[in-house]
């Protein structure tokens, strides 16, 4: 079930993320949006580990009952900034446990008043070296930034500590969120310059209403292309047309990318089932 090895099968093919619930009274109805998207059959799907980890219980669960019952590849996210390096044993088990082999080790966001100590972890190569030191099996992959990491001097230092993470034992790469892919293609330029040959797989979100926007601007540090901008000044007003060109949109990247020679393209569900189901719709000659 590694990922790294499904993907290579496919000619072109969709991945989705999906979140779990924040609370016990969302987990129904988390649960039945997650299982929708599952339902389209996506090459993979990936569960996020939530703020700090404060998700946590239910990415595992997620996963597992996605993968058993929905045949779908699972991956679970794990983050490493606020844990203990018991904890992460105690989840690399659980996951073992669950059958879930494909992990996206991120170092996480620091929580607002967190204070890091020296036993903390620090980095997501740390991570990936643990990961890989209990079960070298597991396929691990890491997040990479084209318009470079909000933390990072700049982005020559920034790819420089992505080679390290690779070399550490990854597997393959997800990129946050971009909405010009002119960039992503510089980016993959100064990538395999600086020598990193792992498969890359480009990270889209449809934004389907103008608040989405600018929460993920606020989130991500991405950068909008002024064709993007003028899509959300004419239809940013109107719920159902700026849904329709949100979708369009992100149908019209993965295209492009497809044609540029990328293979797989991981989708930002935002858990909405309907605008999975749309994208798919979009690509179904193409991806068959």
């Given at each position: 079930m590694k990922i790294?090895?499904i993907?290579?099968?496919?000619?072109?093919s969709?991945?989705f993320?999906?979140?779990?619930p924040?609370?016990?009274?969302?987990?129904?109805s988390?649960t039945?949006?997650?299982?929708e998207?599952?339902?389209?059959?996506?090459?993979?799907?990936?569960?996020?580990y939530?703020?700090g980890?404060?998700?946590?219980?239910?990415t595992a669960?997620?996963?597992?009952?996605l993968?058993?019952n929905?045949?779908?590849p699972?991956?679970?996210?794990?983050?490493?900034?606020?844990?203990?390096r018991?904890?992460?044993?105690?989840?690399?088990k659980?996951l073992?446990?669950k059958?879930?082999?494909?992990?996206?080790a991120?170092?996480?966001?620091?929580?607002e008043g967190?204070e890091?100590?020296?036993?903390?972890?620090?980095?997501?190569?740390e991570?990936v070296r643990?990961?890989k030191a209990?079960?070298?099996?597991?396929c691990?992959?890491g997040?990479?930034y084209?318009?470079?990491?909000?933390?990072s001097?700049?982005?020559k230092e920034d790819i420089?500590?992505?080679k390290?993470?690779?070399d550490a034992?990854?597997d393959?790469?997800?990129t946050?969120m971009f909405?010009d892919?002119?960039v992503?293609?510089?980016y993959m330029?100064?990538?395999?310059?600086?020598?990193?040959?792992?498969p890359?797989?480009?990270?889209?979100?449809?934004i389907?209403?103008?608040?989405q926007?600018?929460?993920?601007?606020?989130l991500?540090g991405?950068?909008?292309?002024?064709?993007?901008?003028?899509?959300?000044?004419?239809?940013?007003?109107?719920?159902?047309?700026?849904?329709?060109?949100?979708?369009a949109y992100?149908?019209?990247?993965i295209i492009?990318l497809f044609a540029n020679?990328?293979?797989?393209?991981?989708?930002y569900s935002?858990?909405?089932p309907?605008?999975?189901k749309a994208?798919l719709?979009?690509l179904?000659?193409i991806?068959g």
């Amino acid at each position: 079930m590694k990922i790294s090895k499904i993907v290579e099968s496919r000619q072109y093919s969709v991945s989705f993320e999906v979140f779990p619930p924040k609370t016990e009274d969302t987990r129904e109805s988390v649960t039945k949006a997650a299982r929708e998207i599952a339902a389209l059959k996506p090459v993979f799907m990936s569960v996020t580990y939530g703020a700090g980890g404060g998700t946590s219980e239910y990415t595992a669960e997620i996963a597992h009952d996605l993968q058993e019952n929905c045949g779908v590849p699972m991956m679970a996210h794990l983050t490493c900034i606020t844990s203990s390096r018991d904890h992460i044993q105690e989840q690399l088990k659980l996951l073992k446990s669950k059958g879930v082999d494909n992990i996206l080790a991120l170092r996480g966001d620091i929580p607002e008043g967190f204070e890091l100590k020296e036993q903390n972890y620090h980095h997501a190569i740390e991570l990936v070296r643990d990961i890989k030191a209990f079960d070298p099996d597991f396929c691990v992959a890491g997040a990479c930034y084209p318009d470079t990491h909000p933390d990072s001097a700049n982005q020559k230092e920034d790819i420089a500590h992505l080679k390290e993470k690779v070399d550490a034992g990854m597997d393959f790469l997800i990129t946050q969120m971009f909405f010009d892919n002119p960039v992503f293609y510089s980016y993959m330029y100064k990538l395999r310059e600086a020598g990193v040959t792992v498969p890359v797989h480009p990270g889209i979100m449809p934004i389907v209403n103008a608040k989405q926007m600018k929460r993920t601007l606020k989130l991500s540090g991405t950068t909008l292309p002024e064709r993007f901008r003028r899509i959300l000044d004419t239809f940013g007003d109107s719920e159902t047309a700026m849904r329709q060109a949100g979708i369009a949109y992100a149908t019209d990247q993965i295209i492009d990318l497809f044609a540029n020679g990328i293979r797989t393209v991981h989708v930002y569900s935002m858990n909405n089932p309907a605008v999975a189901k749309a994208i798919l719709d979009n690509l179904s000659e193409i991806i068959g």
